[in-house]
């Protein structure tokens, strides 16, 4: 059974930071991609970071590139996401996904297998 666990979401001030972390577990091989996505209220779920398991290739959208960073650690089966210069329209849920996928579906939700059950981010203006 696979298990994605975030833990990390709070609330700062802008301009701040906040560090996400997904544990996984019950993933049995190399062959998977997770991502981070985000949800504020009355708006779609959005993909903006993707970190591909086997080699550590990344994607981020333009909103969070240079901002934030995406990375894994191999020996604890979990992946970060680095958060800085956070701004009030980063306030959402944020969740962190995992499947097998192409590469240039990595923004799409449905592609997408496994969800973790979001952590809260909340920065204040």
């Known amino acids: 059974r696979v298990l994605l666990v975030e833990s990390g979401g709070g609330s700062v001030q802008s301009g701040g930071s906040l560090r996400l972390s997904c544990a996984a577990s019950?993933?049995?091989?190399?062959?998977?991609?997770m991502a981070w996505f985000r949800q504020a209220p009355g708006k779609e779920r959005e993909g903006f970071s993707y970190?591909?398991?086997?080699?550590?290739?990344?994607y981020y959208t333009d909103s969070v590139k240079v901002r934030f960073t995406i990375r894994r650690d191999n020996t604890k089966n979990t992946v970060y996401l680095q958060m800085d210069s956070l701004k009030p329209e980063d306030t959402a849920m944020y969740y962190c996904?995992?499947?097998?996928?192409?590469?240039?579906?990595?923004?799409?939700?449905?592609?997408?297998?496994?969800w973790g059950q979001g952590t809260q981010v909340t920065v204040s203006s």
């Open positions: 019950g993933l049995t091989n190399s062959g998977y991609c």
């Open positions: 996904a995992a499947g097998r996928l192409r590469d240039s579906s990595w923004s799409i939700p449905a592609a997408y297998d496994y």
């Open positions: 970190i591909r398991w086997s080699d550590s290739t990344t």
